[in-house]
C-alpha cells in the first residue's frame, strides 16, 4: 500500500496526542495552572495538527463535513466523530485545570475513553480490510492502541511504567511483524483465484491491461518499501522503542532525558508507520501479478 | 446510507466469457468514450500525449497465461470492471453516504456531490474496480450504465452497458441473475460461471464462464521448418549475394 506521507503523520501525532489527552483524562500528571496549560496545548497540537495532515490527503475535501453522517457503518466515519467529541469533552475539563484549578474527574474519564476509542476506530479502519491480510488482524488494533497509551504515558509521566511498556511494546511489534509476513499467503489469494483461471493449470501475466502507471498500482501495489524492510524494522525496534526505554529505566525522568526518549521515540514509530503501509499487500495487485 | 439493502429486486450485472473474448480492448474504448460524457464527472487522462500517461478507466483487460499441467500453455484475455457484489465492502465503508447500492437492481455507484475522494472504498475493493480521478477528485467505477440500461430515448438494441453492445465476438451478457430463466442466469448454469476470489466473501453479481476445455489440437504433429539451408535457385541467389 502506498505510504502516504499526510496518513503516517496523522496516524503517529494523532495517536500521539489522543494518547496524551487521555492520560491527561485520568488526571496523569495531576497539574493545573501553567503547567496544565502546556500539557494540554501539546495533547491537542498533537491530536488536531495530526487530524489536519489526514484532510490534506482528501482529493475532494470539500465534502470532509459529510463524513459524520454514516457512523452505523463506515468506521472512517465512527473516527471523525469520536475524535470531534473527544476534542470537545476535554475541552472544558482543560479549562478547568488550566483557569480555575479544578479537576472534574468524571468529564475527564469520560474524554480519555472518547480518546482511546478514536485510537480504536482509527485502527478499526485498517483492520476492517480483508483486502489487506497484513492489516486483517486483532492484533492492529492492538498496536494502536498499544503505541498511544505508551506515547501518551511517556510525555505525561516518563518513568518505569513506560520503560516497561516500551519494551513490551517491541515483543508486540516484533510478534506481529512475524504474523503479518505470513498473512498474506494464509488468507488464501493467489493469482488463480483472483482470475478464477486457477483450475486449469498456474496462471501467470501475459500483459498488463495497461502499460503506464495507473491510481490502482500507485496506490495499491505499492513495491518500493520491501527492499529496506529488515533494515527499518530494526530502526523502528531500536529507535521507536529499546532507546526510549533504556532512558525511561535508566537514565531517570529529567526534561531533557523525557524530550530525548519522546524524539526519539517518534522518529522510530515513523519508521514503523511507514513500514505498516509500505510493506502491506493488497489482493488487488494479484491481478497485476504484483 | 452506506448500510448495504438486505435483498434487491433485481440483481442486474454482467457474464464475461474468458472462452470467446479476444482481447481487442473495444470494450475498454467505448466504456470510456461513453462514461466520460454521461454519468457524472469525465474520466480523465493526464499527460495523454506524453511519456507517462495515466488516465482513469471502469473497464480494463488484462491477458494471461495459463499453463495445465500437461499440454499446451493458452493465453486468456480478462476483462474486469465492477462485478457490483451483494456484499459490497467499497459500500459499508464509505463515510460521506456517496456509496451506496440500489434496492431495485442492485447496482452500486457513486454519488458523486458526496464523494470526499478518501479513497477507502479503492481499498476495501478486492477487484482494483475502483478508481479515484485524478483531476475531479472523486471516485468512478462502472455503473453499469445505468443512464443506457433505462433509458427510453436509445432504440431498444442500445439498452445495454457499452461494454456489452460493442463487444465484437459475444463475450460480455448483460441480465438480471436474480432470475434463474434469465439468459444470463441459463448461460452460467450450462458454462459453471464462477465467482472471483470467493474467498474474499463479496459474493459478486457478475460472473466469469472459464474457457472451455480444448479438445487436444488437430492430432497432427507440430509444423517443423522445411528446410534449414536453401536449395535450387535460392541456394544460388544466396551463393551469388554472398559473392558480390
Known amino acids: 500500500m502506498h505510504p502516504a506521507p499526510s496518513v503516517i503523520l496523522f496516524s503517529v501525532c494523532s495517536g500521539l496526542g489522543f494518547g496524551l489527552l487521555a492520560m491527561l483524562g485520568l488526571g496523569l500528571p495531576n497539574v493545573t495552572g501553567w503547567s496544565a496549560f502546556g500539557y494540554f496545548f501539546l495533547g491537542y497540537g498533537f491530536a488536531v495538527g495530526g487530524l489536519l495532515a489526514s484532510v490534506t490527503h482528501l482529493a475532494n475535501p470539500k465534502n470532509a463535513i459529510k463524513s459524520f453522517s454514516q457512523w452505523r457503518s463506515s468506521w472512517l466515519s465512527r473516527e471523525g466523530i469520536c475524535a470531534v467529541a473527544a476534542l470537545l469533552i476535554i475541552a472544558p475539563y482543560a479549562i478547568g485545570r488550566i483557569f480555575f484549578g479544578v479537576s472534574m474527574p468524571l468529564l475527564g474519564v469520560l474524554g480519555s475513553v472518547l480518546a482511546l476509542a478514536t485510537v480504536f476506530t482509527t485502527s478499526m479502519i485498517y483492520t476492517q480490510l480483508k483486502t489487506v491480510p497484513r492489516w486483517n488482524s486483532n492484533l492492529t488494533p492492538v498496536l494502536f492502541l498499544g503505541y498511544a497509551v505508551t506515547g501518551g504515558l511517556l510525555l505525561a509521566a516518563p518513568g518505569f511504567v513506560p520503560g516497561i511498556l516500551l519494551l513490551g511494546m517491541g515483543l508486540l511489534q516484533w510478534f506481529a511483524w512475524q504474523q503479518g509476513d505470513a498473512a498474506f499467503e494464509e488468507a488464501g489469494s493467489d493469482i488463480g483465484t483472483a482470475t478464477g483461471l486457477g483450475n486449469i493449470g498456474s496462471v501467470k501475466q501475459f500483459e498488463p491491461p495497461h502499460h503506464g502507471e495507473n491510481y490502482l498500482l500507485k496506490e495499491m501495489a505499492y513495491q518500493i518499501g520491501r527492499k529496506h524492510a529488515q533494515k527499518l524494522r530494526m530502526i523502528g525496534l531500536i529507535l521507536g522503542l529499546a532507546l526510549p526505554a533504556l532512558l525511561m529505566i535508566l537514565a531517570g525522568t529529567s526534561a531533557v532525558v523525557t524530550l530525548l526518549a519522546v524524539a526519539s521515540y517518534l522518529v522510530g514509530l515513523f519508521a514503523i508507520r511507514w513500514l505498516f503501509f509500505a510493506e502491506a499487500r493488497h489482493v488487488m495487485g494479484l491481478y497485476y501479478d504484483k | ?244
Open chain 2, 1 to 244: 446510507m452506506t448500510t448495504l439493502p438486505t435483498s434487491t429486486d433485481k440483481k442486474l450485472g454482467l457474464v464475461i466469457d474468458l472462452d470467446t473474448c479476444v482481447g481487442c480492448q473495444a470494450c475498454v474504448v467505448n466504456c470510456k468514450e461513453w462514461n466520460t460524457s454521461n454519468y457524472g464527472a469525465p474520466l480523465s487522462d493526464t499527460d495523454a500525449y506524453g511519456a507517462n500517461p495515466s488516465g482513469t478507466f471502469l473497464n480494463r483487460v488484462h491477458s494471461y497465461e495459463v499453463t495445465p499441467d500437461e499440454g499446451a500453455a493458452q493465453l486468456v484475455h480478462f476483462p474486469k470492471s465492477c462485478l457490483h457484489c451483494e456484499d459490497a465492502p467499497c459500500v459499508t465503508v464509505c463515510p460521506t453516504g456517496a456509496s451506496y447500492k440500489r434496492e431495485e437492481d442492485g447496482i452500486v455507484l457513486v454519488n458523486e456531490t458526496d464523494c470526499m475522494g478518501c479513497g477507502l472504498c479503492a481499498w476495501a475493493c478486492p477487484y482494483g474496480a475502483r478508481e479515484l480521478d485524478a483531476l475531479a477528485g472523486v471516485m468512478k467505477k462502472c455503473t453499469l450504465c445505468v443512464d443506457r440500461i433505462y433509458n427510453e430515448n436509445l432504440p431498444e438494441e442500445d439498452r445495454v452497458p457499452a461494454c456489452v453492445r460493442t463487444c465484437p465476438s459475444g463475450a460480455r451478457h448483460f441480465g438480471d441473475l436474480n432470475d434463474p430463466q434469465s439468459a444470463v442466469s441459463q448461460l452460467v448454469a450450462e458454462r459453471g460461471g464462477i465467482d472471483l476470489m470467493a474467498e474474499q466473501g463479496t459474493k459478486p453479481t457478475n460472473k466469469y464462464l472459464p474457457p472451455r476445455i480444448k479438445d487436444g489440437g488437430c492430432g497432427l504433429p507440430d509444423l517443423k521448418p522445411v528446410a534449414t539451408e536453401p536449395t535450387g535457385f535460392m541456394a544460388w541467389l544466396d551463393n551469388a549475394l554472398e559473392k558480390l
